[in-house]
């Protein structure tokens, strides 16, 4: 019972880490946004990233222009799973 009761607690999550069934939905988001953004013919960018924590998504990288910018955040925010969008993107 002991045994049971930490390998529950051990793949729960915290406040800055994530349960093994919370990181394989965010691995999913993740891959799900980075399709959208590639299948977007505004942004086709290899040079956007995304990391997605709880749901949380993350832009970072470099792209042409303010509107690719913008763009990239409706994109991102229309995938199922997506809770709230950072977009740290900036202009090349």
């Known amino acids: 019972m002991v045994l049971l009761s930490a ?26 946004v980075m399709a959208a953004i590639f299948s977007d013919p505004e942004l086709k960018s290899s040079e956007i990233s995304v990391e997605t924590f709880k749901g949380v998504v993350q832009l970072s990288g470099f792209v042409r222009s303010e509107a690719s910018i913008s763009r990239a955040g409706a994109v991102a925010r229309e995938v199922d799973g997506v809770t709230s969008v950072k977009n740290d993107l900036r202009l090349k």
């Open 7 to 32: 390998v529950v607690v051990g793949c729960g999550s915290t406040a800055n880490q994530e349960g093994t069934g919370e990181y394989f939905d965010d691995s999913v988001v993740t891959t799900k």
